[in-house]
């Protein structure tokens, strides 16, 4: 059983940083490849940011001059630091994570553990 617990969302203003933490416990960290998403009122669940077990990165192409995902292996926690905060960027962030798969690590679906969401705001 893996559990993850998403940390770090508030409200901040346009242009600020802000650094989301998901802690996971449960089998070792190093089997996972772990991601990022959002999701926005009234629009569907999107992709932000993947870190594979290797330690490659993948971003969305709206995020990924602004967001950097990292992990700390010392602690099994995965960070999503986001600078330059835009209103638009404003959504649930949820954290997931999956074993070894050739799915597209894109599509919310082909992960298997999810935390609760911790929500970000942005104002203008």
């Known amino acids: 059983q893996v559990q993850l617990v998403e940390s770090g969302g508030r409200l901040v203003q346009t242009g600020d940083s802000l650094r989301l933490s998901c802690a996971i416990s449960?089998?070792?960290?190093?089997?996972?490849?772990v991601g990022w998403f959002r999701q926005a009122p009234g629009k569907e669940r999107e992709f932000v940011a993947v870190?594979?077990?290797?330690?490659?990165?993948v971003y969305e192409d709206s995020v990924k001059d602004r967001f950097i995902i990292s992990r700390d292996n010392a602690k099994t926690t995965v960070y999503l630091q986001m600078n330059s905060l835009k209103p638009e960027d404003t959504a649930l962030y949820y954290c997931?994570?999956?074993?070894?798969?050739?799915?597209?690590?894109?599509?919310?679906?082909?992960?298997?553990?999810w935390g609760q969401g911790t929500q970000v705001t942005v104002s203008s």
């Open positions: 449960g089998r070792t960290w190093g089997s996972y490849t």
């Open positions: 870190m594979r077990r290797n330690g490659s990165t």
């Open positions: 997931a994570a999956r074993m070894f798969s050739v799915s597209s690590l894109r599509v919310a679906s082909n992960y298997d553990w």
